[in-house]
């Protein structure tokens, strides 16, 4: 049986204000063509198949089209939320899509999931478990516990729960699991930062332990192998989501297994989508100006951070953002600063009289404009919030 795994759509998602819904649009046409020319017998969809509980009619639209068209030759698809995803919403429509061969599964259940392949003949049984939050668990683990009590309360729980969704595992079926869930080991992004992926819902991978040959995961957007037993995958996001991806190559899993056999892996690259490029200019405006110039990175979306000695004008600031569409971020860095700012904690002078009197140096006087001091402290709080928290990993 030949198995697609694709996982972390995030439909409906944007950067910084920027719709991401041609480039979404441009991953399914790939994803329905990797299907048709790989001759695949079953598609997982790993979780968050959304970017919010509340997505837009659009997002909905673009995944009921996708499903539809990944399932146009009797392919089955299979679905499971994640923790982006309100559970009710992705498993709604499921009386009028299954006879399709689309299985859309909302909240954790003891119930696994079988499918037949139409090619060859052979079933698979699914252990299929959406994101297993404590509300969608059930079970109240919080408490007085310290942290590591509570993962492990959490994680045999989780345990408890795959072995019994591999109860109809059998030597003549395909085996398979499926969730969107933290792995300890996993390597994360500041895409999955606002949500909680580490710390006490921290699965270790022998709580995935239940018979399966292949295990499809969801919720990190690296792809990725997990050590554990048989062959644990997460399949990564189609598209890079925040700046601390930029660089990934975005791929899809193609998985070849028979009943009984080792699973065969093979990364397929994804072409869709803009990249996302981080600038470290050194050179300041000109050298910026002159990359501009050159056109390079022209489809990319960019964080730009630029080393200057003088402060820039709000005008400097209109030029760069009209010069490209794609330029996200704008930090410039002035060594005078950098260095009074580490001032600051010790003077708790306010950050905007720090940039005041530095703005006022460099122009021999001159008052700063309110709106370039909240444009500086919307900067300062936004590198703020991209700094990763002590424990999490980039």
């Known amino acids: 049986m030949r198995i697609l795994h694709t996982g972390d759509w995030h439909l409906g998602r944007t950067l910084e204000g920027r ?15 990797i299907a048709d020319s790989s001759k695949a017998d079953l598609i997982l969809m790993a979780g968050d198949v959304y970017d919010s509980v509340n997505p837009p009619a659009a997002a909905e639209q673009l995944f009921y ?3 539809a068209r990944l399932t146009a ?3 089955p698809l299979v ?10 919403r992705v498993a709604s429509v499921s009386p009028l899509v299954h006879r399709q061969g689309i299985t859309l599964v909302g909240m954790p259940t003891s119930d696994p999931v079988t499918v037949h392949a139409a090619r060859t003949g052979e079933i698979a049984r699914i252990a299929a478990l959406p994101y297993p939050s404590e509300a969608r668990l059930g079970e109240l683990l919080a408490g007085d516990s310290a942290e590591g009590e509570l993962r492990l309360a959490y994680s045999a729980r989780v345990g408890k729960l795959m072995k019994l969704l591999g109860r109809e595992f059998t030597p003549q079926t395909v085996n398979l699991a499926m969730s969107h869930i933290y792995v300890l080991g996993g390597v994360e992004s500041d895409s999955e930062r606002p949500i909680q992926v580490g710390g006490a819902y921290t699965v270790d991978p022998s709580a995935l332990s239940c018979g399966a040959q292949y295990t499809a995961l969801g919720h990190l957007h690296r792809s990725q192998r997990v050590k554990g037993d048989g062959m644990i995958r997460y399949s990564g996001s189609p598209l890079a989501y925040s700046f601390s991806e930029a660089g990934q190559a975005k791929s899809v899993a193609l998985i070849d297994v028979a009943p009984g056999g080792e699973p065969s892996f093979e990364e397929i690259f994804l072409r869709c989508g803009r990249p996302l490029v981080n600038w470290k200019s050194a050179g300041g405006l ?3 100006y002159s990359w501009l110039e050159e056109g390079k990175d ?3 979306f960019i964080d730009l951070e630029l080393r200057l000695t003088e402060a820039m004008s709000m005008n ?8 490209r569409d794609g330029i996200i971020h704008i930090r ?3 060594p005078q600063m950098e260095l009074e700012l580490e001032e600051q904690s010790r003077s708790r002078m306010p950050v905007q009289e720090l940039f005041r009197r530095f703005y006022q140096r460099q122009t021999g006087g001159a008052e700063p404009e309110d709106s370039l001091i909240e444009l500086f402290l919307e900067l300062t709080e936004d590198e703020e919030r991209r700094q990763p928290e002590e424990g999490e990993v980039n």
Do not use: C
């Not at 719709?19 to 063509?33: A, P």
């Not at 679905?79 to 009710?88: A, K, M, T």
């Not at 400097?316 to 010069?323: A, E, F, N, P, T």
């Open 19 to 33: 719709s991401r819904q041609k480039e979404q649009e441009q991953f399914i046409d790939e994803l329905v063509d």
């Open 65 to 67: 089209e996708a499903a």
């Open 73 to 75: 030759g009797g392919r």
């Open 79 to 88: 679905v499971i939320s994640g923790n982006h995803d309100q559970p009710e």
């Open 286 to 288: 000109q050298e910026v």
């Open 298 to 300: 022209i489809d990319a």
């Open 316 to 323: 400097d600031i209109q030029r760069l953002r009209k010069s």
């Open 332 to 334: 410039p860095v002035y």
